[in-house]
């Protein structure tokens, strides 16, 4: 895994490049897609302008890094209600398929922008890592985006550390920031996307390749634009929401002329 402490290169990027990336994934929206994204976003943002931002939730039992077992299917569903949620929080279709896998703690999720760009607080609740909206199975059974999954902490049990995993199996090593700057317009975006200023700490490194983006939500609305990658354990740490301590944990996007592919 990347060294998430590293200090950023000092050429500056644009001013607009901080933005989060979730607000221009690499899609074109029809309507009404195209339409609805843009106008709750400037809902949800007027809305914290007048009522502020949520405070930070309580603080998980576990910490990153620490090892965990998913409970099997059984045991976590005596604790959801008859929407498949606990305290407010669904249990998605994909959370299924890591019933009885052991994971480790990727981080801990006390406040996060939603779906519908709303910042909420979240109590009780991690990331892990590995486990996204794809699911456990061979078949990539999620949106595509590689979204991470909340974990309430009732669903989780400690565990040992458990045997090294299998080296992966394709690199990239990221480009230089001047080669990538070539790639920007003027506002630090390609096709919408921005190469936020935090990224540009992993300049230089070598990581392994997680999966090629193939976006498959509301495919009626959405068609996807470029060739666009994720790296393992690289992830968004609210840095483009500066104040605002998003602890999403979106998968950055790294578009092919970013990399240098093995």
Do not use: K
């Not at 490049?17 to 899609?27: H, K, M, S, T, V």
């Not at 279709?93 to 006390?110: A, D, I, K």
């Not at 550390?161 to 630090?188: C, K, N």
């Amino acid at each position: 895994m990347p060294n998430l402490n590293l200090p950023a290169p000092t050429a500056q990027l644009p001013l607009q490049a901080a933005r989060c990336q979730y607000e221009g994934l690499p899609i074109h929206a029809h309507l009404p897609f195209g339409v609805l994204r843009p106008t709750r976003r400037i809902r949800e943002h007027a809305r914290m302008r007048l009522s502020g931002i949520p405070t930070q939730g309580t603080p998980s039992r576990y910490s990153v890094g620490d090892w965990v077992t998913v409970r099997s299917a059984e045991e976590i569903r005596t604790t959801l209600d008859a929407t498949d949620r606990l305290r407010g929080l669904w249990f998605t279709g994909s959370q299924w398929s890591f019933c009885g896998g052991t994971y480790q703690v990727e981080h801990v999720v006390r406040r996060m922008m939603d779906d519908h760009y709303r910042m909420r607080r979240v109590a009780r609740t991690v990331t892990l890592c590995a486990a996204t909206c794809a699911g456990a199975g061979p078949d990539d059974a999620g949106c595509g985006l590689g979204c991470a999954l909340l974990f309430r902490d009732e669903w989780l049990q400690p565990t040992q550390t458990p045997a090294p995993r299998p080296e992966p199996a394709r690199y990239a090593t990221v480009r230089s920031l001047q080669e990538i700057q070539q790639t920007l317009d003027t506002s630090g975006t390609l096709l919408g996307v921005p190469f936020h200023t935090a990224m540009a700490r992993f300049v230089g490194l070598r990581l392994p390749v997680l999966r090629e983006v193939r976006s498959r939500a509301l495919p009626r609305w959405q068609y996807q634009v470029g060739e666009w990658y994720q790296l393992d354990g690289v992830r968004c740490a609210g840095e483009p929401l500066a104040g605002l301590g998003c602890d999403r944990q979106c998968a950055l996007l790294w578009h092919r002329s970013w990399l240098v592919l093995e």
